[in-house]
């Protein structure tokens, strides 16, 4: 039996490390002729079947692995600069998924952008507040100031700075330090007295979590400084009031009961005691109506009503009323108007209503000397003034005229039977017109009140 040879040539299928299936070529050698005639043809099959395809395959995945190389940058760096992938950059041979990686692209661009907005506005919201708001990071440093903050309390940027170094007072720090402790809201209040006396009210809150003493917190100042001084006029305005009414309320009483003990028997003391109930009767009376009217003119009730008037018949009207209690203390009354034709635009009454308690308080403040009331022309803008040589007010309480209830020498002012609220009612009344309200005095040399028309 003649024995042949066979070629087999085996060649597994493979896709990755999985297997799809063997290639099996064989053929028989007759003759070395054959073979050596059969190996070009052999290594031709070769080329063919295996060669060209690996190496197309070879350049093919190398394209395909820049592109994903290129697809894999660019979503690292998406978070950073937000831009789609250009075209030119999507896979041919894997369209579906460039595309798809453009489709996210564009969605998470849009994402940043709108987080930029948010955050703008969110920072514009920050920076108008009224209320000064500062965030301090979890190293106690401030990431966060707004314009409040330096406008009420640090007047510079302190963004960066250490917390502890900016804000130096205890109640800040404890405040933040309980936030902490608890990782609860906490509130507090600040008092400040540099530059300006201030107050504030604090409101701490923590931000996220983190460990202990290195929480984030944000911190507000609300200013609250105006109400707390109206609580103060508030509880000063009750118990001035309560004062006031006591006293002749008192005297009345008093005096009313005296007489019906029987001293209404003795004529002489009788009469005295009568007219001590009738002057502080008058002085309750003229209390209620100054509370009364500047309640109205607080309220808005009262309206000012401008119109051109003949301010010297404003003056006339004055002088006559007040130069009877002028000369009774030996005091001077004059009136300087050169123009006597001067005309004004003012509510009449009010206007006589302002001059009668300045004028009154000019003399009953005025030992000896003179009262002056007159106008004037000050760099082309009109001014009425009135003028004494009276007792005259420190200088640190000019401020504080105007204030409800408020005397410079309270035992002289009730003696007078003054209720502390005639230059509140001035004042009142001179800003209803709008006109400006100037007061200059010297202790021992006079007072000038000066309203700017």
Known sequence: MKKSLFFIILASILEGSASYGLFILTFKKTSPEYAIYLSPRLLLFFVVIFLIPNLALLLWGTEVKGKLNKIVEHLRRLPENGQEMPDSDLPGPLIELGLEVKRLSRRINETLKQDDRDRGRFEKIIQDLPDAITVIDEKNRISIANTALYENITDRDVRGEHFYEVFRWPETYELIDKVRDTGKTQQGELRIDQPVEK???????????GSEHTQPVVLLFHDITTLKRLEQMRQDFVANVSHEIKTPVTAIKGFAETLLDGAIDDRENAISFLQTIRRNSERLHRLVEDLLMLSRIELGVIKIDKREITLNEVFKHVEETLRPAAEEKGLGFFVSLKDRQTVIEADRNRLIQILLNIVDNAIKFTRKGSIEMGYEERDGQGLIYVE?????????????????????????????????????????????????????SKEETGTRVEIYL
Not at 401 to 422: A, K, M, Y
């Open 199 to 209: 107050v504030f009210s604090l409101i701490a809150s923590p931000i996220g979590t």
């Open 388 to 440: 004494d040589t009276g007792i005259g007010i420190p200088e640190q309480l000019i401020p504080r005229l105007g204030e409800r209830f408020f005397r410079v020498d309270p035992s002289r002012s009730r003696e007078l039977g003054g209720t502390g609220l005639g230059l509140a009612i001035v004042k009142h009344l001179v800003k209803a017109h709008g006109w400006e309200l100037g007061i200059k």
